[in-house]
């Protein structure tokens, strides 16, 4: 049976180097803010937004929420980012998803200082990422891979080996996770292929996905991948969050893999909960040290973590 990626034992190391980092920033008198920005109350977003003031509080980064009512107009809510962008005691800016029907996220994530802007949204971070030099790295997508060089590492792997190797399958093409992931993919210099639902809904993703070495799952789909959709010896991270209510009545959070039926046949699994999720938490203030570094005109740590 396949070998369990413990994703909160990854973020409990990682968050020892970064209070260390913090505790540089300090010493070194630069200042350091994480700003959050949420329209309308959306559960998932709420509990990222509480985990994250949570963390920030335990690492003493200076944080603050700005929740704005679900019916705010576009011209209040680029207001509200302006305000952030301006504030010297606000290093990074993140604008919690999904914002309500009426506002435009491509106009909202334009809005946003670049130098602030620590998920990448913004096009000029977004094409930087493209290029392979990135300012930023989207907190989830850089967690799937630091997920995957810890493990790497843990079983005596050179990275480098494998991931030139490796034949690297991302099911889901989103802005925030599948297209940063594919990027992330290249970077390491691995074979990279895309599938979105149009494979599924014509050919089945199975044919694309059973070759994979690893297989990178974030398509908000519980269930999306079976045991015949992956192949012995595959390391498979599941990114998706689904609630799923139990025969108890009970909601749990399950991923886009059938763990049950999956984890019996590859070689490492993450599990969730306790797979990309708390990684993501902790490298979004990660994120938010390099741009307060940056910020003070010092270099910033490589963030693609290429071997
Ligand atoms: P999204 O809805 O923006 O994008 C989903 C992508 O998957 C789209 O490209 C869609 O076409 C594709 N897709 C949908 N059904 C498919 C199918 N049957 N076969 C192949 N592809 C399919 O979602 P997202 O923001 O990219 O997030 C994906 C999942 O990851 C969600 O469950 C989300 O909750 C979760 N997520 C987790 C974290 C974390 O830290 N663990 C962070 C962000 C998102």
Known sequence: TAQLIDGRACARALREELAVDVAALRRDGVGIGLATLAVGQEYGAGAYERRLRRLAGELDV???????DGATTLPEVLAEVALLNADPAVSGILVLRPLPAHLDESVVFRAIDPTKDIESVHPENAGLLALGVPRFVPSTAASVFHLLDTWLDSVGEDRTDFYHRANIVVVGRSNNVGKPAISLGYARQATVQSVDEWADRTTGIGRHTRWADVLVVAAGKAGLIRAEHVSEGAVVIDVGINARTGPDGVVHMVGDVDFASVAPRVRAI???????GPVTDVWLLRTTVTAAR?????????LLEVP
């Open 62 to 68: 200076p944080y603050r929420h700005r929740a704005l």
């Open 294 to 302: 940056l910020a003070a005109g010092q270099p910033a740590p490589s």
């Open 270 to 276: 993450t599990p969730v909960p306790g797979g990309v």
